[in-house]
Each structure stands twice: as C-alpha cells, then as structure tokens.
C-alpha cells in the first residue's frame, strides 16, 4: 500500500494529509480556498491519486500559509507515500493544454528537492486566489517531497487556464513518474543505488 497520513500543526495553520499514489482520483479538498481547492482536484484526477486535504488556517490575513503548508504536507505525504522508490519509473512528464493554453511539467524522484518555475501569468489574481501562491505551493511541496519538478507554461491568454494546465500536467507526470515499471523488478531507478 503506497498511501500516508500526515497531519501538520502550526501556529498559522493545521493541515491534515491522505494520499494514495495507487488511487483512482478520488478527493476530498477542505482548504477554505475555492480555486486552490479546484487545483489540488486536478492533481487527485489527472495523477489518479487519491487526494484528501483538510486545512483550517489564518485566512482572515490571506491564504499564502495555508497554501504553502499543504505544499508542505502533501510532499511530505508524497515522499511517505512513494517510500524507497524501488520498482518506480522515477522520471515523469505531460503536456496539458486548455484552450489557448498549453503547459510542460517534468518530475524526477531524484532525491532533490528543486523547482525550475516559468510560469508567466497574464493577471496577478484569478478571482480572489493570488496567482503567486501557485509557486508557493508548488514550492513547499518539491521540498518536501525532495523530487526536481520543472514547470513551463507555454503559452496561455487566461490566467485561470494557465494555472489549471500546470496543476493538470502535475498530476499526470507525478503518475507516470511514481508508477511502477514491472521491468526494473524492485531495483532502485538510479545508477548509483540509490535515489
């Protein structure tokens, strides 16, 4: 079973995490923030990862902590979840468009948390979510994860579509990197022998 719980208890937030890698999409998202809650719904259908997150946080001052610390959780859920990475294709990619827009997500479980982040959004909100919180998502998530994520909208006119199209192209290059290959027979997909 790939799945974890994770609960992460601040001062600014409280945030509860369960993550199945071998799930079919399901979710149930509880963030306070509506359009974070449709993103994180995109990666639960798009990587077939059954996703549940409760987040109680300090939204009366905005929602950076609450979205950064479900980055946070939902690495270290990730990173719980995938385990030794034996048996795993490690590298994944996708391109997703939506309308005019069209975005690149590659993940490797590399063992290092890096994020290459070219995502040059046409408005600095998307109704009342601040578009620079989908890099602090993102942010905190590859950190604790310890995966390299790199992220590249293409092209895009609406801001809404751009960011749907990165976390859509998220949930299916994490699927194809966490799955397991049959043929690599539990090694460890790295040539030093570890990841």
Request: hydrophobic content about 40%.
């Amino acid at each position: 079973m790939r799945t974890a719980q994770i609960l992460r208890q601040t001062a600014e937030t409280r945030i509860e995490v369960e993550l199945d890698l071998d799930g079919s999409g399901r979710s149930e998202l509880k963030t306070g923030i509506g359009f974070f809650d449709h993103m994180l719904d995109q990666i639960a259908r798009h990587g077939a990862i059954d996703l549940k997150v409760h987040a109680a946080g300090d939204l009366h001052i905005d929602g950076h902590h609450t979205v950064e610390d479900v980055g946070i959780t939902v690495g270290q859920a990730l990173a719980r979840a995938v385990g030794d990475k034996k048996g795993i294709r490690r590298f994944g990619h996708a391109y997703v468009p939506l309308d005019e827009a069209l975005s690149r997500v590659v993940v490797d479980f590399s063992g290092r948390p890096g994020l290459i982040w070219q995502v040059p959004f046409t408005r600095s909100s998307i109704g009342a979510f601040d578009v620079e919180l989908a890099h602090e998502f993102f942010q905190g998530l590859v950190n604790h994860a310890f995966i390299t994520v790199h992220v590249d909208n293409l092209r895009g006119d609406n801001a809404h579509h751009q960011c749907e199209t990165v976390f859509k192209a998220f949930g299916r290059a994490l699927r194809q990197a966490a799955e397991p290959d049959p043929r690599l027979a539990q090694q460890i997909p790295s040539t030093k022998g570890s990841l």
